[in-house]
């Protein structure tokens, strides 16, 4: 089991960035792909970016792409999601999972587990 906690969320004006690590805890971190995810009010938790456990491959979701960038260094058990051009569509809670069963590369959210709290991001002028 790994437990995760996310941080760096925050208020930011549209076409600012924010940087969001997820520490993660547990020696089998540096074996599992890791992804990130976001749910805004009355919607879905939706998929945003994953990485492999490497950090050799990396995924993300078309909203994103160019946009969005997930990292990792196993060292200290983090991963990172880099957000630049943030728009007020990007506003959500973002969340830190780890991808516990199915595809490896999948997306969907039922293949993730030890989810983290949550970091809020709020992109408004």
């Known amino acids: 089991q790994v437990q995760v906690v996310e941080s760096g969320g925050g208020l930011v004006q549209p076409g600012g960035s924010l940087r969001l690590s997820c520490a993660a805890s547990g020696r089998p971190f540096s074996t599992y792909s890791m992804g990130w995810f976001r749910q805004a009010p009355g919607k879905e938790r939706e998929f945003v970016a994953s990485?492999?456990?490497?950090?050799?491959?990396?995924y993300y979701t078309d909203s994103v792409k160019g946009r969005f960038t997930i990292s990792r260094d196993n060292a200290k058990n983090t991963v990172y999601l880099q957000m630049n051009s943030l728009k007020p569509e990007d506003t959500a809670n973002y969340y830190c999972?780890?991808?516990?069963?199915?595809?490896?590369?999948?997306?969907?959210?039922?293949?993730?587990?030890?989810w983290g709290q949550g970091t809020q991001v709020t992109v408004s002028s």
């Open positions: 990485i492999s456990s490497s950090g050799g491959f990396t």
């Open positions: 999972a780890v991808r516990l069963r199915g595809s490896p590369w999948s997306t969907n959210v039922g293949a993730y587990g030890d």
